[in-house]
């Protein structure tokens, strides 16, 4: 058993929800909902998420790809949730804790949204409470972020959120149908930043009052 897998309670809550959005692990049903979003977004997806995009190319695909989303949230290796508007129950993104390291413990974090950069506050209403699930229940030490040129409105979106640009990793990602070696920009927040912003938050909110 993994180091996550043991120190997570029995009777771990596996939804989130903020004031406009659920966030759950995909289920069997989801399947045409997340296709759609993949389709739908693939002119940006494509650099930053070329496998996903290689294996879901029919229903019978997304469907295959929800079970194994599961079975991996069930084996603790990847934390995926769909994401969902409360209002209408639209599916809007996907926001993941992946790459888990657990001798730190770090995890990467890796998102999309519907109608980006549209859905920005909504996106930062996901990854806020994604943080927060990060280092309390996870235990986590660290996430961190990975941009391309292509997706680096997701690099402000993880600053809005604490994130530090940490520097870039040049020539260090090659997409599925592209010769070209593509930069990489990393953003992290540790454990420290986290809580001190909490601390920080906590005095403004006691001031104002």
């Not at 759950?24 to 759609?36: I, S």
């Amino acid at each position: 058993m993994s180091f996550l897998y043991n120190a997570l309670p029995e009777d771990f809550d596996e939804h989130l929800e903020t004031k406009n959005l659920l966030l759950r692990p995909y289920q069997d049903g989801d399947e045409r909902d997340f296709m759609r979003l993949l389709q739908e977004s693939m002119a940006y997806l494509s650099p930053a998420f070329p496998g996903r995009l290689s294996r879901v190319r029919v229903l019978d695909d997304a469907r295959s790809q929800v079970q194994q989303l599961r079975t991996d949230w069930d084996n603790r290796r990847t934390f995926e949730f769909g994401v969902w508007q409360k209002q209408d129950n639209r599916y809007i993104g996907d926001i993941a804790l992946k790459n888990l390291d657990r001798s730190v413990p770090k995890a990467e974090v890796g998102l999309y949204f519907d109608g980006w950069p549209a859905t920005r506050q909504l996106a930062q209403e996901a990854l806020d409470e994604v943080i927060h699930f990060a280092f309390g229940p996870l235990g986590l030490n660290k996430v961190y972020l990975r941009c391309t040129t292509a997706n680096e409105s997701y690099g402000s979106l993880a600053e809005s959120c604490g994130f530090m640009k940490e520097g870039v990793l040049r020539c260090d990602h090659r997409g599925a149908d592209s010769d070209e070696l593509l930069d990489l920009t990393y953003y992290g927040l540790t454990r420290q930043d986290f809580e001190s912003k909490q601390q920080q938050q906590a005095a403004n909110s006691t001031a104002v009052v």
